[in-house]
């Protein structure tokens, strides 16, 4: 035979999903997940059951972990120490455990998440309340396998006299499944156990009369009862869990927020450094103190006030950013039957009922065996006693002991055990005293045998021991509830005024996108001069703007994108620092630009909208308040088509009219509320009817016929004419001539194109930029009123090959 024949081929997926079946079946059944009748995993039984054989019981000292640690990795447990010790650390954590089941003494670790000591340091015994889950293991009451090695026999699952899966909860991830059961009220749940037994088809609604809620050791408030009733129902639901707080007054008019209890399975170290990052990085205004005053009177955490700061606006924003409120979601998996199973409460304790009637069952079966055995073994001393001395006649005439046993069972018709326990009979129990004590020890025996049998036959027997001890350990080791349950779930709303202290400040942006915040104060000490702003060689600024920290700046683009940036989020600088570019702030797309900055202090104001107005002549207003959101990325503004894009965002009442101002000195006026509200993504209407090459470059508003209009072309030349010679039109029209181009070989150009225009009623001084980077100063009183048709004067002598790119007024 070939070397190669000695080979199978085998299928990769075939050999993975075979072996990983394998070892998900073992995580699943004998790691992860507990067992739905004692509500432990294998490897809590297994340290349990060891204590116990060993007998580290509550009535004796302590004992070192490491052995115990040893025995259970010995004789039951062939993994590493580690996992074992970790998992006799939980069952002796108070704040873990709602009833702990290992009583430790030394340093078993802290609620700060700090670790116990070295097995070889702790000692430890069985809690009063652990022996309950072993009593009567004894009696037969629960099937046992052998150990790894069968070097020995332990438990399948444990007694569990009182239902501790509820009681203790339970925590684990397996492959593909996972369980978290949170702990309960020992009293609540044996009530609820109780009424089940006794009238297996109460609903789930009487039940949850019972059982509230779930009972935290670390206390808290509980909130979502139906969170709860879902969990209760399906196995599965969300409640949230809340720490117990209270506001102090102190001296001075200070105020402190005292956190007495914490949420389950929150590592108070951590949520105390998480609050005083929350003050170090002043994302809140007013806290002064984060202290942990934990003791051994308690859990005791300190978050003192400054003067006058919002406690509840502060302690609403703890709640909403920290572990001082967090989610727990349900997720109640057992094993039943060998296999995981999702379990509502009501299944929870009819799985658990069914356990103690096997157990009670087996025990009174185990005790009945007994006592028959004790019975007929007195029966036969009774018998012997009323005939002693033929008994021991044929005793004597015996040869030896065996030939004494069979003589007796021959002669009398006493059975082998009766036979012996005569033949080992002491002489003083052939005292009168004696023969009365078997006699009375019989009647009492016969007695117990009838309650037995009457406990196997009646059912109603059995429910009644069961209840009577379930009652009895409920009455020894029942505790109050500590944890409060609300059934609203309480919204947090944190008010911005917690989070940032009101200030006034100077908001500048550049025309290279350069961003920045100035405190009052910089700019008072920088000269107090709105022009001396610091900017980047050959970059100037665009828009300032005097707001609070409360405020918030739309910034619109002229791809249709808009951004909500709240004013306090904008890095603080000194006024004559350059700032940050915007796109640290705001995720602005590398192909898109910003043509429009709009402060506001509310989306609310009734009658305002936001104008849009596009270079290919489209117009589309839209009602401010559908701008409000909470996104921090870009949020569609307007729809824009193809080859267009938007020039300019205007806030307005629907009062005034619009003048559109084309590159080719055309323009258009008409009323504002020709153009209808419409949705925030609509594309608009069109505003002016275009000439195939000219586009909008400017849109100014204007209210009755005061003032005049200035427009301003690429190469610096300038023309007011009087707002009375625009006449009200229809929108979409051509418009009017606004300004007049010279043209010839031997005239001096006076520009192009126009690149925009103002609205004086006053006088005003405007800026020039152009694209070399000259700024070119002048007022508009200068520039010459004339008529619409005329040819401008020069009011910036631009360089050649250079043109005005950007007007600005100051």
Known sequence: MSMLENFLPAYLEEVVGDRFGRYSKYIIQDRAIPDVRDGLKPVQRRILYSMYDSGNTPDKPYRKSAKTVGDVMGNYHPHGDSSIYEGMVRMAQPWKMGHVLVDGHGN????????????RYTEARLSPIAMELLRDIEKRTVPFKDNFDNSTLEPVVLPSRYPNLLVNGASGISAGFATEIPPHNLREVIDACIAVMERPELELEEIASYVKGPDFPTGGIIMGEDGIRDAYRTGKGRIYLRSKTEIENMRGGKQQIIVTEIPYQVVKSRLVTAMENIRLEKKVDGI?????????????????????????????????????????????????????????????????????????TFRTQYELEKLEDRAHVLEGLVKALNILDEVIAAIKASKNRQDAQNNLQWMFGFTERQADSILTLQLYRLTNLEITSLQKELDDIIKKITVLRGILESDKKLVALIKKELLEIREKYGIDRRSEIQSEVEELKVNLEVMVAQEDVLVTLSNEGYIKRTSMLSFTRSGGERNGSGVKEGDYIKHVFDVDTLQNILIFTQRGQYFLLPVHQIPEFKWKDNGTAIVNVIPLAKEDSIIGVIPLKSFDEAGVSLVFVTKRGQVKRTELKEYETKRSTAVAACKVANGDEIITVQVSRGNQDIVLLTKQGMAIRFAENEVNAMGRVSAGVKGIGLKEDDEIVRALWVQGDEGELLVISDLGYAKRSLLLDYPLQSRGGKGVQTFEFKEGKRVKPNGTRIVGGFHCKEPITIIAMTREGQAYSFSSESAPLADRKSIGKIMAHVEKQDEIVDLLES
């Open 288 to 360: 002064a103190e984060v202290r942990d005053e934990s003791g051994r009177n308690g859990l005791r955490i300190v978050i003192e006030l400054k003067k006058d700061a919002d406690a509840q606006g502060i302690l609403a924003y703890l709640l909403k950013k920290t572990d001082l409120q967090v989610t727990y979601n349900f997720n109640m998996v057992a094993i039943v039957n060998k296999a995981p199973r999702q379990l509502g409460l009501k299944a929870i304790l009819e799985a658990y009922i069914a356990h103690q009637r096997e157990v009670v």
């Open 108 to 119: 078993w670790g802290s609620q700060d998440d700090d670790p116990a000591a070295a097995m």
